[in-house]
Structure formats: structure tokens, C-alpha cells
């Protein structure tokens, strides 16, 4: 079976940042959701390829590459947030 570029995206982000938490938290998803989709317990939907540059055209297509950031949140803590890198068709 052909590796989902997708999920390849979801474990790169979870390699740079060091957990699941803070790339779900960016996503704006649960940290459950995350983690069923990487174990292929959840379909990925389009929204959250949409977050990560993809989108789906009889299999996902990268047009844009994200990173995960921090930034302050309102309490002053920080934050994760995905950053566009770049954008491309």
C-alpha cells in the first residue's frame, strides 16, 4: 500500500515538535483525533488536509508546505500554530 502523504506531513510535524499535543493544538483538532488518524482508526478529512497543504483530487495532492510555529497566546503562554511556508500549484 502507497504511503498517505498526509499522514507522512502529521509525523514529520510530530518528529519537529516532540508530540502529538502541540500539532494537534495547531491544527485546531484533539490530540485523539490526531492520533487516531495515525493509526488509521480515522479517515483524514479535507479540512485537516486542507491545514496541511493538501488537497484531494483522487488521492492527496501537496499545493502548499506547513511548519508548526509558536507564538503568545492572550494568557502570554505559548502557543502552536501551523505557519505557511509556501504556497504553489
Given at each position: 500500500?502507497?504511503?498517505?502523504?498526509?499522514?507522512?506531513?502529521?509525523?514529520?510535524?510530530?518528529?519537529?515538535?516532540?508530540?502529538?499535543?502541540?500539532?494537534?493544538?495547531?491544527?485546531?483538532?484533539?490530540?485523539?483525533?490526531?492520533?487516531?488518524?495515525?493509526?488509521?482508526?480515522?479517515?483524514?478529512?479535507?479540512?485537516?488536509?486542507?491545514l496541511l497543504g493538501f488537497e484531494h483530487v483522487?488521492?492527496?495532492?501537496?499545493?502548499?508546505?506547513?511548519?508548526?510555529?509558536?507564538?503568545?497566546?492572550?494568557?502570554?503562554?505559548?502557543?502552536?500554530?501551523?505557519?505557511?511556508?509556501?504556497?504553489?500549484?
Amino acid at each position: 500500500m502507497a504511503s498517505n502523504p498526509v499522514i507522512t506531513k502529521i509525523q514529520t510535524l510530530v518528529e519537529e515538535t516532540g508530540n502529538q499535543k502541540d500539532v494537534a493544538q495547531a491544527m485546531g483538532v484533539s490530540q485523539s483525533y490526531l492520533s487516531d488518524i495515525l493509526k488509521g482508526k480515522r479517515d483524514i478529512s479535507a479540512n485537516v488536509a486542507a491545514l496541511l497543504g493538501f488537497e484531494h483530487v483522487d488521492g492527496f495532492r501537496q499545493v502548499k508546505s506547513v511548519r508548526i510555529s509558536r507564538m503568545p497566546g492572550p494568557d502570554g503562554a505559548s502557543r502552536p500554530i501551523l505557519v505557511d511556508v509556501e504556497v504553489g500549484k
